[in-house]
C-alpha cells in the first residue's frame, strides 16, 4: 500500500486562467472551485499529505490574492503553505523555477510537482521511490486517455524512458499521456531559465529528452481526472461524492449525495448520482438533482430536474426548469419553464424570463 515519504517538499501549479470553465472561474479561480463540499485544492492537498508531504509552495498568479484567505498556512491540513506569485503569468516552468525559490530541498533531491487541477488514485510515494531508484532527471506520471490530443502525449521505450514530449499534438503516437504529477530533480529546476516564461511540456522536457538526460514515465491506471472543463469538473465532484476516488478531505461519509451543514434538503425531492449541495442551498419539494454541484446558497425549486451540472452561488433555478450539462453561473435566475442542456453556459446574474429558452427537438 502507500507509504509516506517525510520531508518531501511540493511545487502546487494554480495560477491558470481555468478559461474553459468560464463563467465558473471569472470570481474564483479553478483550483478553489468547490468540489464534492470543499474547495477543489483540498483534496489534492489532503492527499499529497497522506503521502508525507508536509511543506507545499503554491505558484500562483491568476487571482493569486484568493489562495491565502483559503488555505492560510497550512497548519488545518497538517501542512507548511509559501505561497510564490507571478506578477505576470510565467507559463509551467516559469512558475516552477519561480516557486522554487521557496524551496529548502538539497540539489539532489527529489521535489514532487502538481497540476493544480487533477485527481488522481496514484501511489505518489511509488513514483518517488522509482525517480531516486534509476536515478532520473525527472520522472512524469503517466495515464491513458481515449483522447491524447488534449494533452502531452508521452511515448515510452521498454524500460520507461520517455522517448519524445509532444504536447497536444494532432498526430499522438501513444494513448499514453502526461498526467501533470511530476518528482523533479531539484538541480533541474534551478537549471531553467528564472523570471521568464518557460512551458515544461513545450520546452524544458523536449529539451532534456534531446540532451539525453533521463526522463522517466512512472505508468499506471489507476483513477484519474483533468478537472477542466465543466463536464469534467462535475464528473470528479460527483466520483468524489460517491467514493470512486477516496480523498481524505471529503467532509462527510461517501454516497448518493453530500449536503453541507445549513443546506435544506427537502424529504420530498430526489438528490442523488454522487451530487454536492453546498453551504445555505434550498432544494425544492418534487426537484430532482442528479450528479451535480449545487454552490452555495442556490437554490433548486420544486418540480424542477438538475442533472450533470453546475448551479453557481446564489442562482437560481425557477419550478418546472430542466438543467441538463450545463453551467448556471453565480446569481443567475433561470425562470420557469426553460429547458437548457448539452453545454449551456448562463452567465453570472442573468435573468433568464420564463419559458425563453426550449432545447427540444420538436420546436
Ligand atoms: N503559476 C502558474 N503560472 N500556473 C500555471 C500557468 C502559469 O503561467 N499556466 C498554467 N498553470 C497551471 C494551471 O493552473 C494548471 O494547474 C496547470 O498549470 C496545467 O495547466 P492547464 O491549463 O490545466 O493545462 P492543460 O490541462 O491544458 O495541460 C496540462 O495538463 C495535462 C494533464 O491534465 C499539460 O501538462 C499536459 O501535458 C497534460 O497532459
Ligand atoms: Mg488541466
Redesign the pocket.
Given at each position: 500500500m502507500e507509504s509516506s515519504l517525510p520531508g518531501l517538499e511540493a511545487i502546487l501549479?494554480?495560477?491558470?486562467q481555468?478559461t474553459r470553465l468560464r463563467p465558473l472561474t471569472l470570481g474564483t479561480?479553478?483550483?478553489l472551485l468547490p468540489t464534492a463540499g470543499v474547495p477543489f485544492l483540498a483534496h489534492q492537498l489532503a492527499r499529497a499529505h497522506s503521502f508525507g508531504v508536509r511543506r507545499i509552495v503554491f505558484?500562483?498568479?491568476?487571482k493569486a490574492a484568493m489562495f491565502e484567505p483559503a488555505f492560510g498556512d497550512g497548519s488545518a491540513f497538517g501542512l507548511s503553505l509559501e505561497y510564490m506569485t507571478?506578477e505576470t503569468?510565467?507559463?509551467?516552468g516559469?512558475?516552477i523555477r519561480?516557486?522554487a525559490e521557496a524551496l529548502t530541498a538539497a540539489p539532489s533531491d527529489p521535489v514532487l510537482v502538481l497540476?493544480?487541477?487533477?485527481l488522481s488514485g496514484h501511489d505518489i510515494g511509488d513514483q518517488v521511490r522509482t525517480h531516486i531508484a534509476r536515478g532520473a532527471a525527472v520522472t512524469l506520471h503517466l495515464t491513458e486517455v481515449d483522447d491524447p490530443t488534449?494533452?502531452?502525449c508521452v511515448p515510452t521505450d521498454g524500460d520507461g524512458r520517455v522517448t519524445a514530449f509532444l504536447?497536444?499534438t494532432p498526430n499522438p503516437v501513444t494513448n499514453r499521456?502526461?498526467?501533470?504529477c511530476y518528482v523533479f530533480t531539484r538541480s533541474v529546476i534551478d537549471r531553467i531559465p528564472r523570471g521568464e516564461?518557460v512551458s515544461?511540456?513545450r520546452e524544458t522536457f523536449p529539451g532534456l529528452i534531446e540532451s539525453g538526460e533521463l526522463v522517466l514515465g512512472y505508468a499506471d491506471r489507476t483513477y484519474w481526472l483533468?478537472v477542466?472543463t465543466p463536464s469534467a469538473f462535475v464528473r470528479g465532484s460527483r466520483d468524489l461524492v460517491l467514493g470512486r476516488l477516496a480523498s481524505p478531505a471529503l467532509p462527510g461519509p461517501a454516497g448518493e449525495y453530500l449536503a453541507l451543514d445549513g443546506s435544506d434538503v427537502s424529504p420530498e425531492a430526489k438528490v442523488n448520482g454522487g451530487s454536492a449541495v453546498g453551504a445555505g442551498a434550498v432544494v425544492e419539494a418534487g426537484a430532482v438533482v442528479s450528479g451535480s454541484v449545487l454552490s452555495d446558497g442556490c437554490v433548486v425549486c420544486s418540480e424542477a430536474t438538475v442533472v450533470d451540472s453546475v448551479i453557481g452561488r446564489g442562482a437560481r433555478v425557477c419550478s418546472g426548469t430542466v438543467v441538463r450539462d450545463a453551467v448556471i453561473g453565480d446569481g443567475a435566475v433561470v425562470g420557469p419553464g426553460n429547458e437548457l442542456q448539452a453545454g449551456v453556459r448562463v452567465w453570472p446574474g442573468v435573468e433568464l424570463p420564463e419559458r425563453a429558452v426550449r432545447y427540444s427537438s420538436d420546436l
Open positions: 501549479l494554480v495560477g491558470g481555468g479561480p479553478k483550483p505558484a500562483t498568479s491568476y507571478e503569468p510565467l507559463g509551467t516559469g512558475a519561480n516557486a497540476n493544480g487541477d487533477i488534449r494533452f502531452g504536447e497536444k499521456i502526461n498526467a501533470g516564461v515544461v511540456e483533468d477542466g
